[in-house]
């Protein structure tokens, strides 16, 4: 079956500008994760999600950062004014569920911030 | 402070012999460990991964050994071949229990086979 899906794989703002970033878990899947991954880091948890509820929101580095999965599918990441130490590559990650500690990622969305 | 350490940045193995990556964690509520690929400009790939009740856990050629009182595990993978060639980091989970909580990473080694 399909893997998880991550849009726009590339993004360059402007500082100060608003992005949107995109993820589509596995199919079937309860449980979706954020993560931030800056070069030549591990990935850093951002949020996590149950279904559509936010369960934990401790990794996120700022107000300006915010996500959503209204409909416990298809989930956004929403930094507003961006700034220089926001590029980084984004990851979304999905599991089946409680009990399952398995994560499956996506490939990511880099974001540049210029 | 970082939760979750890889201290070898770089490992260089000849195709066939046996690679073995480190890594060691601190935190003691810890209690599931994995390991993930990453080849470059692709997400994670999920390899192996071992409960906290258990010391070894095998797949093929990947084999995770846990010792809890050392806090350190490692990953063997038995024989090297070239497609090994990638980034590995090794992830925590465990502080609200059952999955329900991000991953813990280590920074990463990058394993390079050589011919």
Redesign the interface.
Known sequence: GAG?SQSPRYKVAKRGQDVALRCDPISGHV?L?W?QQAL?????????F?NEAQ??KS?LPSDRFFAERPEGSVSTLKIQRTQQEDSAVY?C?S?L????????????TRLTVT | DQQ?KQNSPSLSVQEGRISILNCDYTNSMFD?F?W?KKYP??????LI?ISSIKDKNEDGRFTVFLNKSAKHLSLHIVPSQPGDSAVY?C?A?GD?G???????????THLIIQP
């Open positions: 998880v449980s994760f993560y030549g880091q591990g990935p850093e948890f951002l949020t996590y149950q369960l934990d990794g990851l990650a599991s569920g409680l009990g399952s500690y398995e994560q499956y990622f996506g490939p990511g | 979750v599931y994995l993930y400009a692709e997400g994670p790939t999920f991964s980091f992830a989970s609200s059952g999955g329900a909580d991000g991953l813990t990473f280590g920074k990463g």
